[in-house]
């Protein structure tokens, strides 16, 4: 069957100093009976049937804001912009273990989303790094309880991993959650502007407060070219304490684990549009036999604001993922337009 949503709105709108909008919405929304195919053990020997078992709640705002002034006939402008913030967690997927595997990487299918119970949908998953080995005495310090080594093969230039189950072991049950690719805002806002005979409208977007697992550098493929970031690797004592070695032989898996070395900031601000154009005086223009004459100049993704090292911060495809989908193009392009009489 389908699912079912409940959703508790508080909102109003408002007008005030002539000039000025206000809408504001307060959410609550609760999804139940989910339509999900629940994990199976291998020994079934077939895909589980689709089950109205899951539940999440999602809540935030909707925020719409906008300002009008029409200064004089040969000079007006608006503003007008909108902002989002949500928050959202599973509640419910009903199978025993509380979680389900998400998106994979390489070949191998390493697993670096998750969907579990009581956290953000479609988290990224993986180790937690604590800084890299500057020297052997930092190696051998890294020890259990009982005083042996937690990471045996790793020499100087490695990562340190957490024991985040505090077993004395690194291995697939310290991995966690290592990042959120649900944005807490996003917002966009749009100018517009007229004086005299030219016109100006501008609009920008962004989202904050996301991650982004980079994965445009595969694991597997240890000879393939790297961005610029491979200039930062450590290459001796205290060179580093973010970027480990470079090597074949990569024992302690700095590269071939989903840990937070691949997660960054995955918050933007772009100006998306921008356009600017010149409207002709029509009495200059009767003569000639033309009504309307406008001559224009259109960019598109002009400036982006970011600390996103990977090529593009608005992946193209994948929740949180870039897979090095090729980025957004800036257009540039000059325009007239001609209306006769």
């Not at 998400?102 to 697993?111: D, T």
């Not at 072991?169 to 917002?187: C, K, L």
Request: glycine residues 10%; aromatic residues 12%; charged residues 25%.
């Amino acid at each position: 069957r389908w699912e079912s949503v409940a959703q508790l709105n508080i909102g109003f709108e408002m007008r005030f100093l002539d000039n000025w909008t206000l809408n504001l919405d307060l959410y609550n929304r609760l999804t139940s009976d989910m339509k999900i195919r629940p994990p199976l053990p291998e020994y079934i020997g077939n895909d589980a049937p689709t089950a109205n078992v899951g539940s999440l709640n999602n809540r935030g705002l909707d925020l719409e804001f906008g300002y009008d002034n029409y200064v004089s006939k040969d000079f007006n402008f608006s503003i007008k912009g909108n902002a989002s913030f949500v928050r959202n967690e599973i509640l419910l997927l009903g199978n025993e273990s509380g979680y389900m595997r998400g998106a994979g990487w390489g070949p191998q299918g390493l697993e670096i989303t998750r969907i579990s119970e009581g956290l953000p949908i479609g988290y990224l998953f993986g180790y937690q790094t604590d800084g890299v080995f500057q020297n052997m005495d930092e190696v051998y310090a890294h020890t259990n309880a009982e005083g042996d080594t937690i990471q045996p093969l790793a020499v100087p230039g490695d990562f340190r991993f957490k024991d985040i189950n505090g077993d004395g072991v690194i291995d697939s049950d310290d991995r966690t959650m290592i990042g959120n690719p649900t944005p807490d805002w996003t917002a966009g806002i749009t100018l517009d502007m007229r004086f005299k005979n030219w016109d100006l409208n501008v609009f920008g977007q962004g989202i904050f407060g996301n991650d982004i697992f980079n994965a445009t550098r595969r694991y597997d493929l240890p000879t393939s070219n790297m961005t610029s970031e491979a200039l930062n690797r450590w290459t001796g004592e205290n060179s580093t304490n973010e970027h480990p070695r470079l090597t074949f032989e990569d024992a302690n898996r700095n590269i071939a684990r989903s840990s937070d070395y691949y997660v960054k900031d995955g918050s933007f601000f772009r100006i998306k549009s921008l356009q600017i154009g010149y409207n002709f005086r029509p009495a200059k223009l009767n003569a000639v036999g033309i009504e309307r004459c406008r001559i224009y100049y259109n960019g598109t993704n002009l400036l982006t604001f970011t600390k996103y090292d990977g090529f593009d911060p608005e992946i193209g495809a994948g929740f949180g993922i870039d897979r090095g989908i090729y980025p957004q193009a800036r257009v540039n392009s000059v325009g007239l337009r001609i209306t006769l009489k």
